[in-house]
């Protein structure tokens, strides 16, 4: 009888080519400002492709005014700017729900726009995102690994109940945090140390953290298993 192992279905090596990273506001219809979030939104995704240029085969694109689309070299790099789009957004208190996949382009790549391209993966994907029902800001497409996605997408349902119960202090620290110490946050916020501290067990920083670790690491070895380039 084949192990456990042995009967996973795997993909085959390069049958995937790109990573997609997909994304939709939540409730854009109801913004108090409509120009007020287009240029939150703007803002968002223009500063995503200046840090991620590198790992972009096709850029962050806006596609139907409050959707956006691109095509990254790998799900690790993907990831990545997932998160940095989400922590902008967020800062901003703006609603995103986001889609990482793997897709095969059977057409050229559109290094300008990312659209005008085709191929499996690409529609499955927003498919996937498209599911309002779905309260999960975090989803995935990973065809041939269904246990995994699974996993992925209780992560990342964990990382949006964290997010939707931050108040307005917690959202601010946590993100921070990301970048700067914890007294150099401190200090640019004019708070003492235990404060920073007690604002970050308040909105389960360490936890946060674990589980976007957690996300990383999946992505990395899906990565060799997809064939695709970190």
Known sequence: MLS???????PAPQAYTH???MGDLVSSEDAASVVGLHGVFNSAIDAANRRASSAM????TITLGDEFQGLSASLRA????????QAHLLAEGVACRFVLGVARLETPINSARAWNMMGPGLAASRERLAD?????AYRFHLPGQPAVEILME????????IE??????????VLASAAESAAELAGRLNISLPTLYKIRRAGRFELYGRQWRALETMAAALDETYGLTP
Do not use: F, I, M, Y
């Not at 085969?57 to 962050?60: F, G, I, N, Q, R």
């Open 78 to 85: 993907g990831l990545d700017v997932l998160r940095d789009v």
């Open 154 to 161: 209780a992560v990342g349902a964990g990382l949006s109940e």
């Open 19 to 21: 990573a997609v990273v």
């Open 164 to 173: 939707q119960d931050w108040t307005a202090r917690q959202r601010e620290v």
């Open 132 to 136: 309002k029902r779905d309260p999960n």
């Open 4 to 10: 456990l192992e042995a009967q996973r279905p795997r």
């Open 57 to 60: 085969a096709s850029p962050l």
